[in-house]
């Protein structure tokens, strides 16, 4: 039996300024894996257990797409729109869901303008995402994204973070300093520094509901409520 053919890309709204990934996506695991070893991983999925009944998702620069192929082994009849800027990262995202990418429709799009067309939606993922956007930026697709979710949908996000202490000054700080360094010169990034992303989504009406951090608050992992 023949593979199932892959869905074709649409694109909506413009990439204009957007970072270029589509250089790195073809060793983007490899070089998180270097890096981080499967820390991130760990973190992306910290709370996947809670989508099992989500029908409906949105994801938002899931980069290869591991997030997306573990959500859909655990969520056997979820629908997801997959975006990014990138259409090679998107081209991975779909070759690793497998048999399960007739249940994505990928969108080749700049985040900070796209909207969900399949409204409303239980579950918004954002992993190592939001930090290469400016807080401007993330305060506003917090107020669009909150209009697409339903009443009780949720946002997963996963991010870097600065930790207090010794620790954040001497180690998660310099960290974080290389790592924008090193994707601007790989993808062009602009974003010099993480946005506030907690408080752009309580201004947008979101409630903190879960917190788990890793490698000693290096890495957070959080699951936002609508309600």
């Known amino acids: 039996m023949s593979a199932p053919s892959l869905p074709q890309l649409s694109s909506k709204g413009s990439t204009c300024g957007a970072p270029n990934f589509n250089g790195v996506a073809p060793f983007y695991r490899w070089m998180e894996l270097v890096t981080f070893g499967p820390w991130l991983q ?4 910290a709370f996947l257990g809670e989508f099992a009944g989500c029908r409906r998702a949105a994801v938002l620069g899931d980069g290869d797409g591991r997030f ?15 975006a990014d800027a990138s259409a090679a990262m998107l081209r991975t995202l779909l070759r690793r869901a497998g048999t399960s990418a007739v249940r994505v429709r990928v969108h080749c799009a700049d985040a900070r303008t796209w909207h969900p067309a399949n409204l409303p939606n239980d579950l918004i993922a ?5 930090d290469c956007l400016s807080a401007d930026e ?21 991010e870097f973070a600065i930790p207090e202490g010794a620790f954040g000054r001497w180690v998660a700080r310099p960290v974080v300093w290389m790592l924008y360094r090193a994707f601007a010169l790989l993808t062009g990034l602009a974003v010099r520094n993480l946005p506030d992303h907690p408080a752009a989504l309580r201004a947008a009406g979101f409630t903190l509901r879960q917190r788990r951090s890793f490698l000693r608050g290096l890495l957070v992992a959080e699951l936002w409520a609508a309600a």
């Open 42 to 45: 760990h973190c992306r999925c």
């Open 68 to 82: 997306t192929a573990q959500l859909l082994r655990v969520n056997s009849t979820i629908e997801i729109d997959a």
């Open 126 to 130: 954002t992993h190592f995402f939001l």
């Open 138 to 158: 993330v305060r506003s697709l917090a107020d669009r994204l909150r209009a697409a979710l339903s009443p009780s949908g949720l946002w997963v996000v996963s």
